[in-house]
C-alpha cells in the first residue's frame, strides 16, 4: 500500500505543493516520522516536533509555510479532523482476513452467502442466513438462524449476530459485540417493591417478598446502514417489536441498548453508556461517556448529553444536558458553582442567625 | 410453533371469549398484527392501535369490550406483565440450535454430558466437566475443567464457565457471559497510599511507589438455581472461598461481580451495575442500571438501588437509595430540590448580609 | 501440588512454628478447613472460626498464641495481604490447559510460537505473530497478524488480540479482554453541535444535522511487561501513534481505554472504568471502579480517584479526588457535608428573610 503526495490530495480534494510525486507508506506523528511517513501536522504546536522525525513530507494547515518546515512537500487541510478521515481510510492496513470462506468455517448449508464475502476461521453461519456482497466475517463469529447481513459488512472476531437480526449496507462491529441478546425483562406475580417505589418516588410499601418470572424476547434487532458497534457491547432483542439502530449511528465500546429502545439517525453513543428499555432516542443525538438512560422515556433530536449524565426523564429536542439527574448544561454549571460555596454560605447563615436572632451557631 | 386462543388463555389460566379455536402464531404489537398474530393490547392505550393491523385475537385488559375494537377473540389478562411472562415462553421460537454434540465440539473424554443435552459448534468442553439433562450449549463456549452444569441450562454462544464452577439448574447465560474470571486483588509490598486514603478519607500520607503484587484466585464460582446472567457479564472467582450468586437471581447485561462477593436470592442486578469484592448482598435486592458498590460493605434484604447510584457504605434491610453517594431516595429528593434552589438561595444570603452587616455582597 | 509447612514458610520469607513437616494441599478460610488445608486466619477476628473446622495448621498474626487456638503448626506473618499473595501463586491450579499445540487450533504457517509455549483449542494465530517462551494461550484466543506477545503470558479464552499489537512478558488476560478494537473516532463535515457545546459548555450554536465520518486507526496497542488485563476489558489502537499500557499496570474488567490513550507504569484501573481517547496517565495512578474519564486530558503520577468519580480536567501529581466532577477528596466531603445539611439551611434564610425584611417564606 502506497500512494503519492499527489494521489492523497486529490482524493482529500486539497491542495498540495513540492515534490507531489514523492511516495508514502504510512501516517506518523511528526515527531517519529521517517522519510516514507507522511507526517500530521495540522496545527503549529503539533509542526514544532518536525524537527525531531525525519518527514519529508506533512499535512499541513492551510497557508503553512511548508519550506520554512524543512519539508520536500506539503498538503493543506482547512478542517483537520476530516482530512484525518479521508487518509486514515486510505491508509487502513486492516486485520489480514484472508479473502474466501475459510475451511475450518461451519456453515449451514442453507445460508445464502455472496460469492465475493469473506468468512473466517471457525466461524458459525447458522441456517438460512443471508451475507451481503464483500461482507468479511471475523474468526470466530456466530451469526445465528434467519439472520441478514447487508453489504459490505466488517465484523472483527469473536462478535454475535443473534437470530432474525437484520442489519443493513456497510455495517461495522468490533470484537466482541453482542447484537441480539435476549432482553432483562421480569415480573414478580403480585405488585414488587420496584413497582411501588416508581410510583411514590422512595415507598416499597407493603410488597412481599417474589420470585422474578421471565418474560421472553420474541423480538429481534433491527440495524440500518452504515452503523458501526463498538467492542463487547450489547444490543438486546426487543420483546415483541425489535430494538432499532437508526442507519449512521455509532455506538462505542461496552456501550448497553435494552430491548425496544429505537435509536435515531447518526447519534453517536459513547463508551460504556447505558440504555435501558422501550427508550426512544432522535436522530443526531449524542450521549458522551458513561450516560446512563432510564427506561421509557424519549429523548428529542439533537440532544447533547456530556459524560456521566445520567438521564431521568424526557429530554426535548435540542437541548445540551449534563448531571445526575440530567438538567440543562448552563443549570449544571450554576448549581455546581454554588455547592462549591456552599460551605462558605453555611458560614455566612450561621453569623447572620447570630446577628439576626442572638442565637449561637448550632453545630 | 402454533396454539389456539383456548390453549393460550388455558396456559395463563386466563379467561377468554368469542371464536376461541382461531390459530396465532406468533405475538405482535397491535399495529403491526396480523390475522395469525396474537395483539399484545392490555391497556386501552393500546388498543387504538389495533385499527391500524389486521388482528383477530388480541390479549385485553379485563373487562374490556373485545367486540366493539373488532375482534373475533379476546383474551383478559388481570395483570399484563405476568401474562407477558406466560405468551413469551409460549411463542418463543429459540436460536436455533440443533439437538445433539456437534461433530466439530472439542470434548475432554472425561467430560460427563447427560445424554440429552446438546453442545453447539466448537465448544470446548473441559476434562471431568459434568453437563446435566437437557442442557443447551451454544456454540463456541468454553467450559473450564471439573465446572459442573445442572439440568436444563441454556448457554448462548461465546459463554465463559471457568474451571471448578458450580451451577445450578435452569441457568441461562447470554453471549459473552463470563463466570469464573480472576478476581482483581494485588497488594504492594508496604502500606499504599490507597490504604492510607482509606483510613484518613483523602490523605495518601507518605506512601512511596511500588509496584503490585498479584493474589490468585484459588476460590471458584458458585451459582444457585434459576438464575440468569446477561450478555458480557463478568462475575469473579473468589479468593479462599468461592463467589456465590443465589437462586432465583437475575444479572444484567456488562454486570460487573467482584471475587468472594455473595448475592442472595431473588435479586436483580441491572445493567452495568458493578460490584466489587467481599460484598454481602441479601435477599430480593434490586439494583438499578449502573449502580456501584464498594468493597466490603453489606446490603440487606430488599434493599432497592435507584440508577446510577453509588453505594459507599452498608445499607439496612428495605431501604429504598438513591444518589452518589447513596442516600434514603426521599432524602436525595429534599437535598435535590434544595440544590435546584441554591443559586436563588445564594442570592438571598448576599441579600440579607447586606441588609444586616450593611456590606456589599462578596461576589 | 501439595507443600509442608515448611516449604510454605520459606518461601514466604515467614516464621512458622510446631510440626512443621504437615503437608498442606490447598488454603481454606478457617470454619471451613479440613485437616489438610492451611486456614487463613490472618486476624483474631478470623481465628475466632478456626473452632468451627477442622484445621491443624493456620496462617496467623505476628505473635499469635497458636496452641491456644488448637491448632497443630503455624505460619506468622506481618502483612497478611502480601502472604496472600505468596500463598495464592502456590497454591494455584490455574485453568487445566494443556501444554502443547492443540490439534484444532488453526495456526498460519508464518507465526513463530516459542517451542515451550501453549496454544489451546481452536485458538487462531495470525500471519507473521510471534509468541514467546512459556506462554500459554487460552481455547478460541485470536492472535492477529503481526502480533507479538512476550514471554510467559497466560491468555484464558476467547481474547482478541489486534493486528501489530506488541504485549511484553508475563501478561495475564482475562476472558474476553479485546486489545487492539478500533478506536471510537468520527468527525463531521462541518462543525459540530459538540463541537460548539466543548467551547461554550453548554450552546450547540447552528450547527445543523450532520453525517459522521469515520476515522480509521492505524495504530496499534503496545503494552509494557507485567500487565494484566480483565475479562471484557476492551483497549482501543491508537489513531496514528499507538495507545499504551505501562509495565506493572493492572486493568479490571470491563474497563474501556480509548484510543492514544497512555497509561503509564504501576496503575490500577478498577471495574468498569472508562478512559477517553487521548489521555495521559502518569505513574502509580489508582483509579476506583466506574471512574470516568474525558478526553485529552492529563492525570499526573500518584493520583488516586475514589470509585465513581467523573475526571472531566487535569489532575496534578499526587491529588487524591471525589465526585462528579472529581475535586479534591476533602473538598468533596466538605461540600456533601453541607448539602445534607441543604434543607435546614434553606428554612434558616426563611426565617432570616422573614425577620428582616418582614416578609413571608417564599414558598
Known amino acids: 500500500m502506497q500512494f503519492t503526495v499527489q494521489q492523497i490530495a486529490d482524493a482529500l480534494g486539497a491542495e498540495c505543493q513540492g515534490d507531489t510525486g514523492l511516495t508514502i507508506v504510512r501516517a506518523a506523528e511528526p515527531g517519529d516520522a521517517g522519510p516514507m511517513d507522511l507526517a500530521m501536522a495540522m496545527a503549529p504546536k503539533y509542526a514544532e516536533a518536525l524537527s525531531n522525525g525525519d518527514a519529508r513530507v506533512a499535512v499541513l494547515w492551510e ?5 520554512a518546515l524543512g519539508l520536500r512537500a506539503a498538503i493543506f487541510v482547512p478542517r ?6 479521508g487518509i486514515t481510510a486510505m491508509l487502513d492496513r486492516g486485520q489480514g482476513i484472508e479473502p474466501g470462506i475459510h475451511p475450518s468455517a461451519v456453515i449451514d448449508p442453507t445460508a445464502e452467502i455472496a460469492p465475493n464475502a469473506s468468512v473466517g476461521p471457525l466461524a458459525v453461519v447458522g441456517a ?38 437484520q442489519i443493513g449496507d456497510r455495517f461495522i462491529a468490533q470484537p466482541g459485540a453482542r447484537i441480539g441478546s435476549d432482553g432483562f425483562s421480569f415480573v414478580t406475580p403480585e405488585v414488587s417493591g420496584v413497582e411501588n417505589v416508581r410510583k411514590t418516588l422512595g415507598d416499597q410499601g407493603d410488597a412481599k417478598a417474589q420470585n422474578w418470572l421471565r418474560i421472553h424476547s420474541l423480538g429481534a434487532v433491527e440495524i440500518g446502514d452504515d452503523v458501526e458497534v463498538g467492542a463487547n457491547c450489547t444490543i438486546d432483542n426487543g420483546t415483541i417489536r425489535n430494538t432499532c439502530i437508526g442507519s449512521g449511528s455509532k455506538v462505542d465500546n461496552l456501550v448497553h441498548v435494552g430491548h425496544n429502545t429505537r435509536v435515531g439517525q447518526d447519534c453517536l453513543l459513547c463508551g460504556q453508556t447505558g440504555v435501558s428499555g422501550s427508550v426512544e432516542i432522535g436522530n443526531n443525538v449524542v450521549l458522551g461517556g458513561q450516560t446512563g438512560v432510564v427506561d421509557n422515556i424519549f429523548i428529542g433530536d439533537g440532544v447533547i448529553a456530556g459524560g456521566g449524565t445520567k438521564i431521568l426523564s424526557n429530554v426535548p429536542a435540542g437541548r445540551v444536558i449534563m448531571g445526575y439527574p440530567g ?9 455546581y458553582k454554588a455547592q462549591r460555596r456552599l460551605p462558605r454560605l453555611t458560614r455566612d447563615v450561621e453569623a447572620l442567625k447570630k446577628a439576626v436572632f442572638k442565637q449561637p451557631p448550632s453545630d
Not at 497557508?63 to 519550506?67: H, S, T, V
Open 80 to 85: 483537520p479532523r476530516m482530512a484525518m478521515a
Open 128 to 165: 438460512r442466513v443471508r451475507i451481503g456482497s464483500g461482507a468479511i466475517i471475523g474468526a470466530h463469529c456466530v451469526i445465528g438462524t434467519d439472520a441478514v447481513l447487508g453489504d459490505n459488512a466488517v465484523l472483527r472476531e469473536m462478535v454475535s449476530i443473534g437470530a432474525r437480526a
Open 63 to 67: 497557508n503553512a509555510d511548508w519550506q
Open 327 to 335: 438538567i440543562k448544561m448552563e443549570t449544571h454549571t450554576d448549581i
